[in-house]
């Protein structure tokens, strides 16, 4: 039997030793959304795991069961990579046009489901409604963008010396790509990736967060329903991410691994996989700093800190964990942070009003409280906040206030550590030559920010951060249209802008002799 394409073309089918692997019962079950399916997509079809294991998806603001999905290992990861690998010789050679119109097609709809989309995101990720729905367009956006940049990709002539000689520049595909995607972003770090891999011409598996795969299920069912061809996306859900991680890394068929998480885990990813010669790309941790200057609105600098601290409750790479506040700015900005910070409802973030959802877990609530009542115990004042949160609304989930902390100084874990939650250190400074060296003092380099008004100052320390992103009285420097990445321990290449879709791409050079 033959498989169809979407356009009707046919192929050869994997070999049959192979679809035994994946090939089980589809289940499903109806949900508050309607009919779901509760299983791994793989070749075209929503597939069990072999092993027929599943694992229970928690809302963290609650503690109640969302739902369970397939525990895959690495029998469903190879098989997952042997449905790319076979759909890669037909999608490589599609049209711009017909990638571009699979990925508009994906954006319409994604679209058309954004309220179902950010609904189901607060429950299974926590962040706030107004979040949630801010982030699903944020994460169409890619797929958008990436349809026009299809069409972009251009080669290009190059003189030669000799009379009788022409070069050619082309640019193809890398091949199979394997994604590894984390639970704070859980949809927009999937079409970040998706966009441009598939806008190249690469077939795509990916390994979803495990806290998060229902967000990622809904993300492949629409790429399902706009008849994604056979195998060019593929998702495996896990429990226990490593046994999926060594397949990406060793097996021969991938050309490509991405991975968005953390720095130890992304150092471990990227050196598996450069072992093996394949391409990598990484987006990992930060420990960003936000400097005000003295010449600064403190006052708009502040409210520019909260609005950003406290977004994904401090569950962001990019989430400013130093503010550099100088001393002549040192009251006012305290004082409108301390006004700010004690306004942020903490709660559910289906309820209306609430700013701060719950943190991922209790090992992220352990860390965040570890850091807080560390820099108390060496000398730190807490204004506001500085405890986690308790009674009828928060016992089941995992609430820590949100918190602000000054007079931290060198000696306390929050100045070295990424805390990763709704906390809030402000650091004193005295010497403006000194600050950006302070800010740079770190193994991280992915996002910084900078409040002046001082067009020099900005360009000056623009060019000095040795950071991938800065923002200049912005809180917000991102965009699929933008570059996103980091130095040193935040990573290596780019996603979105033109940079995203080079990571996918090869670039070949032709000889002629005329």
Not at 369 to 378: E, F, L
Not at 465 to 485: E, Q
Not at 490 to 503: D, N, T, V
């Amino acid at each position: 039997m033959c498989v169809h394409e979407g356009d009707g073309t046919e192929r050869q089918p994997l070999d049959p030793s192979v679809i035994v692997v994946w090939h089980n019962v589809v289940s499903r079950r109806d949900s508050e959304a309607g009919s779901t399916l509760r299983v791994m997509f793989i070749n075209g079809e929503w597939v069990e795991a072999t092993s027929g294991k599943r694992f229970e998806v928690t809302n963290p603001a609650t503690g109640e069961v969302i739902d369970t999905v397939p525990d895959g290992g690495a029998d469903d990861a190879r098989a997952a990579v042997a449905a790319a690998d076979a759909a890669f010789d037909s999608w490589s050679q599609t049209t711009a046009y017909e990638r571009a119109d699979l990925l508009y097609r994906a954006w319409q709809l994604m679209t058309e489901r954004s309220k179902e989309l950010a609904e189901l995101m607060t429950r299974e990720q926590g962040k706030p409604l107004k979040a949630s729905a801010a982030e699903v367009k944020y994460g169409a956006d890619f797929l958008r963008w990436y349809a026009e940049e299809a069409k972009r990709v251009a080669g290009e002539w190059l003189p030669s010396a000799r009379a009788d000689q022409r070069f050619l520049v082309l640019k193809q595909p890398v091949g199979v790509v394997a994604a590894i995607t984390p639970w704070n972003y859980p949809i927009s770090m999937l079409t970040r990736k998706m966009g441009p891999a598939l806008a190249a011409g690469c077939t795509l598996v990916l390994k979803a967060a495990e806290a998060t795969p229902l967000c990622a299920r809904a993300i492949f069912q629409i790429f399902a329903d706009v008849d994604a061809p056979g195998g060019v996306v593929n998702l495996v859900t896990a429990l226990d991410p490593k046994p999926i991680g060594e397949v990406f890394c060793t097996d021969e068929r991938v050309r490509k691994v991405t991975f968005t998480g953390s720095t130890a885990v992304g150092k471990m990813l990227a050196g598996s996989a450069a072992s093996n010669l394949k391409r990598v790309s990484v987006e990992l941790g930060g420990h960003a700093p936000f400097i005000v200057f003295p010449d600064a609105d403190p006052v708009h600098a502040a409210k520019g800190a909260a609005a950003l601290k406290f977004l994904n409750s401090g569950q962001a790479c990019i989430s400013p964990n130093r503010l550099y506040v100088h001393e002549s700015a040192h009251e006012a900005f305290v004082d409108t942070l301390i006004e700010r910070v004690g306004r942020v409802q903490a709660g559910n973030g289906m309820d209306e009003g609430v700013g701060v959802g719950p943190l991922i877990n209790e090992a992220a609530v352990a860390k965040v409280a570890n850091q807080v009542d560390d820099a108390r115990a060496k000398g730190a004042h807490v204004p506001v906040g500085g405890q986690r949160l308790t009674g009828e609304a928060f016992d089941r989930g995992h609430f820590y206030a949100p918190t602000l902390i000054t007079g931290v100084t060198e000696d306390m874990l929050i100045r070295r550590e990424e805390t990763f939650g709704p906390v809030a250190p402000v650091i004193t400074y005295s010497d403006v030559d000194e600050v950006i060296a302070m800010a740079n003092d770190t193994n991280y380099g992915l996002a910084a920010y900078v409040y002046t008004q001082n067009l020099s100052t900005a360009m000056r320390t623009f060019e000095r951060l040795r950071f991938g992103i800065i923002g200049i009285n912005d809180v917000n420097p991102t965009s699929a249209a933008a570059p996103f990445g980091g130095m040193g321990d935040s990573g290596l290449g780019r996603e979105g802008g033109h940079e995203g879709i080079a990571e996918y791409l090869e670039v070949k050079l032709g000889g002629f002799s005329i």
